[in-house]
C-alpha cells in the first residue's frame, strides 16, 4: 500500500495563531487526498477532500477559511490551522487514495493550541 | 452515519484466532466492505477489502456471507501488537469517482497475554 508522511507529528501553538501540517505521498503520485479530525475517545471525522490542481472539498459545517487546503502537488497536501484557538486542539490525519482508490493514512499530528 | 454496527469490544487470547464480525444489512451491490485499524496514537491502518467473494492477505482473511449483509475479518493467529480499535466500512469503492470513508466506533480488540 502506499507509505504517508505527516509533518510535524506533534505541534503546540497560542491561541490566535496559524499552523500548517503538511501531508505526503511517498511513492506514488496521488491526486486525491483526505483530512481528517480525530477528537479524544472519538472516531475519525472526515474535513475535506483534497483534488490536486483544484479547490478542496469540505465537509457540512467545516469552515473552509479556518482550515485552508492546497494541494499543488500530486504528493504533497497541507493543511493550514488559522488563528488556532483552543477548541482546534485535535489529532489530524491524512490520507491519500490510490489508483483502486483504496486510502492509507498518515501517521497524524497532534496539535494543542494553549 | 456509519453503516455498519460492530461490538464495542472484544479480548481474544494471544495465539488464538480473531473473529470480528461486522453488520452491514443494507449494503449495496457496488458498495466494498473496507477493514482498517487504529492502534492508539496513530493513523488507521488498512487491513483488507472485499466486495462479495471471500479475500486473504498476510495480515488477515475477509469472509463476507452469501448476502453480504455481514462479514467477519479473521487474524489467525493474534499478536499482542494487534490490540487496537478495528473498523468495518461500507465504501463505493472503485466507481471511478473518490469516494469518503465513514469511520463508525468499531470494535476494540484487546488481545491478552
Known amino acids: 500500500g502506499a507509505v504517508v508522511s505527516q509533518h510535524p507529528s506533534w505541534v503546540i501553538c497560542k491561541s490566535g495563531t496559524s499552523v500548517k501540517i503538511e501531508c505526503r505521498s511517498l511513492d506514488f503520485q496521488a491526486t486525491t487526498m483526505f483530512w481528517y479530525r480525530q477528537f479524544p475517545k472519538q472516531s475519525l471525522m472526515l474535513m475535506a477532500t483534497s483534488n490536486e490542481g483544484s479547490k478542496a472539498t469540505y465537509e457540512q459545517g467545516v469552515e473552509k477559511d479556518k482550515f485552508l487546503i492546497n494541494h499543488a502537488s500530486l504528493t504533497l497536501s497541507t493543511l493550514t490551522v488559522t488563528s488556532a484557538h483552543p477548541e482546534d486542539s485535535s489529532f489530524y490525519i491524512c490520507?491519500?487514495?490510490?489508483?483502486?482508490?483504496?486510502?492509507?493514512f498518515g501517521p497524524g499530528t497532534r496539535l494543542l493550541v494553549l | 452515519d456509519a453503516k455498519t454496527t460492530q461490538p464495542p469490544s472484544m479480548d481474544c487470547a494471544e495465539g488464538r484466532a480473531a473473529n470480528l464480525p461486522c453488520n452491514h444489512s443494507t449494503i449495496s451491490g457496488n458498495e466494498y466492505v473496507y477493514w482498517y485499524r487504529q492502534i492508539h496514537s496513530q493513523g488507521p491502518q488498512y487491513i483488507i477489502h472485499g466486495l462479495k467473494n471471500n479475500e486473504t492477505n498476510e495480515m488477515a482473511s475477509l469472509i463476507i456471507t452469501e448476502d453480504r449483509k455481514s462479514s467477519t475479518l479473521i487474524l489467525p493467529h493474534a499478536t499482542l501488537r494487534d490490540t487496537a480499535v478495528y473498523y468495518c466500512i461500507v465504501s463505493p469503492g472503485t466507481q471511478g469517482g473518490s469516494e469518503k470513508l465513514v469511520f463508525g466506533k468499531g470494535t476494540k480488540l484487546t488481545v491478552n497475554p
Open positions: 490520507s491519500v487514495e490510490d489508483q483502486q482508490e483504496t486510502q492509507y
